[in-house]
């Protein structure tokens, strides 16, 4: 039975930068914030775009977004857990992983977060949100514990940008399991590049020597 590896895992991802740019690009413009419009519960899956995006609009007035460790730990305090990266890999893997040892998930896991890390420290340093304006509608709810949050981005010079974030409870908190850009699902997009890659794995390492 085949074992997805950290080795494979690696592969995957050095063979993916179109899909990392993709991904980054897409969550920087999320980020993207000029004002806030009504005020949101905090039980409103909106509630954490809508503070999120309040933090990073401070963050990037300020000179802190220049030093490398003050960005990452920036990310990896007020973004990165907002995710939840257990639910995006299990989308991502599918039925792979059943064949996949505890291990094996954890260190996918493990690195999907660090490659969201790194890509959104990438762009966020140079991120400007001043010129940047954001629309918010409504969270729509499919039962009680998933919600849709969408947003229109506007920005001068580029096409507008409908984003559409995929939310699921956890307890008393909502976290976000994927996020579309014009209809683009990233786990969808990360998924094709999993199964891709990992079927070309396989075949290199079945060959007869």
């Known amino acids: 039975m085949y074992l997805i590896t950290t080795q494979a895992a690696r592969l995957f991802f050095r063979q993916t930068r179109l899909l990392l740019i993709f991904t ?22 909106a509630y954490v775009i809508h503070t999120t ?3 990073i ?16 730990g920036f990310i990896e305090n007020e973004i990165i857990p907002h995710f939840d990266f257990n639910n995006m890999s299990h989308w991502i893997t599918g039925r792979y992983s059943k064949n996949m040892t505890e291990q094996d998930k954890s260190d ?16 966020l340093g140079s991120f400007d949100a001043k010129n940047t304006r954001i629309r ?9 514990a998933e919600a849709f949050v969408s947003t229109t981005i506007y920005q001068p010079g580029t096409p507008t940008v409908r984003l559409d974030f995929r939310m699921k409870r956890k307890g008393n908190d909502w976290k976000i399991i994927d996020v579309k850009a014009n209809g ?3 786990v969808l997009y990360y998924r094709r590049h999993f199964i891709s890659q990992l079927r070309s794995y396989q075949r290199q390492n079945t060959r007869p020597r």
Do not use: I
Not at 24 to 45: C, E, F, W
């Open 24 to 45: 980054s690009l897409l969550l920087t413009s999320s980020l993207s914030y000029a004002y806030a419009q009504a005020a949101v519960k905090s039980t409103d899956p």
């Open 53 to 55: 995006l309040a933090k």
């Open 57 to 72: 609009t401070a963050f990037s007035s300020n000179s802190d977004k220049a030093n490398a460790t003050n960005l990452r």
């Open 108 to 123: 996918f896991q493990r690195s999907l977060r660090e490659t969201f890390l790194s890509s959104l420290a990438k762009h």
């Open 136 to 144: 918010f509608y409504p969270a729509r709810y499919r039962g009680t």
């Open 184 to 186: 683009s699902s990233a």
